[in-house]
Structures are given as C-alpha cells and as structure tokens.
C-alpha cells in the first residue's frame, strides 16, 4: 500500500498551479502538505483523491485504498450522527461504528441530527467518518478548522493509530498537529501564475473542475 506520485502537474479553473511534483507516501507515513494560502494544496489534494484529471504525470495508488476529507464535512443534515456514521459504515462494508463514536467523542451526540451540531461537532463527526471506511491511505484537507485543543488531540490521536496500523495521511494544514511526520512543501513546484494554459488546455480542464467545485 503505497501512493506514488510522479512528476504531477495540477491546474484550478483551467490554470496550472503546481508542476512536477514528485513524491511517495509509504505504509506508516504522515505526511504535512504545507505552503501559503492559494499555493496549491487543495488542488493536489483533489487530484490525488481523482476528483479531477491531472495536466501531466502519475497517480500510482488504488482508489479503493484512498479517503478524501475535504473542506466540508459531507454531512447528512437531516440524519442523526449515529445514522450518519452507520450510513457511511454500510457503504464501506464496515461493521461497528464504535470506534468512531469513541475516538471523536461523539457518544452524548449520537441521536443529534447532524444539521443541529456546531461547527466543531460537525467537523468531529466529518473525521469519524475516516473510521469506518477502512481505507489506509487518507488525504485530508485543513482537517482541524474549528476545533479546539482538545479534538485537535483526538484528530491527532487517530492519524497516530492510522498510521501504526499500516495506514498513511497526507494532511494539508497550517497548524502543528503534534505529530511524528515528514514534510512536503509545495513552494518549489508552484507553477508561473503568468503563464496561462493553452485555450484549448484551459476549456478542456475547466468544465470538468468546476463540475466538482
Ligand atoms: N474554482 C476555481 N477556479 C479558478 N481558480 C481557482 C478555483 N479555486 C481555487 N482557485 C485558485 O487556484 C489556486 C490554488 O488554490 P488552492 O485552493 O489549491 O490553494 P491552497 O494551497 O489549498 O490554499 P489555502 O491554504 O488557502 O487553502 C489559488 O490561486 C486559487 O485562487
């Protein structure tokens, strides 16, 4: 279980933003995604999870082995989040949603619908969707945005065992998790932003983006 990416280049809206990016995440890795606002990481983090088509280069990874927890939460707001996490267990073929109730301290919250929790439960129960989808490789985008100390150590927590069970995490973020990781800057691949795609490049990629923006 290995994501192997090689010589990637990534554009938004029909733009290149990141070229040539190279690089692996292995069994057991955390890797940091980091670089400033507006860089690019969202867009990798995309195109890794196959919501959009690379410019150029390689993905080598299953997309069965791969989670993607973007910017909103996915939730079902009219569902409870026992229910929300049970729907997501079933898709995944999962059996206990136990774990996931426990590792995001959701147990008092169990028969709130989803819609009623605040910004921070919502995004704890977002993560707790991690758990029961059984796949090794997460890519997880600016996963603690409102959380507080204490859930920013919860979410660390299950990176931590994720990864000593054989998963692997890319996780874009600007804050310090805590965590034993790697690094992966993207600042050197970011592409020329005076340098538009061809017209043709540009339509072609466009639509198919925005279809999923
Ligand atoms: N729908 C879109 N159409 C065109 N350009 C976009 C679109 N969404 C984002 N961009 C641009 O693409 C570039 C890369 O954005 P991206 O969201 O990947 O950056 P990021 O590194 O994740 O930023 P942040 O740290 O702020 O989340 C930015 O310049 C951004 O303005």
Known sequence: MEMRVDNLSVARGGVPVLERVS?????????ILRGPNGSGK??????????????????????????YGAHADGLKATLTVEENLRFWAS?????????????????GLTHR??????????RRLGLARLLVTGRPIWLLDEPTVSLDTASVG?????????????????????????LKADTFDVGPFRAN???????????RYADFDEAFS
């Open 23 to 31: 690089f692996t995440l292995s069994a057991g890795q955390t890797l």
């Open 42 to 67: 969202t867009t990798l983090l995309r195109t890794l999870a196959g919501l959009q088509p690379p410019i150029a280069g390689q993905v080598s990874a299953d997309p069965e082995n791969i989670t």
């Open 91 to 107: 898709v995944h073929g999962i059996g206990s949603i136990d774990a996931a109730v426990q590792g995001f301290n959701l147990r």
């Open 113 to 122: 619908p989803a819609g009623n929790l605040s910004a921070g439960q919502k």
């Open 154 to 178: 919860l979410f660390a927590d299950a990176v931590r065992a994720h990864v000593a069970g054989g998963g692997a995490a890319l996780i874009a973020t600007h804050i310090d998790l805590g």
């Open 193 to 203: 932003g005076d340098r538009a795609a061809p017209n043709q490049q540009r339509d």
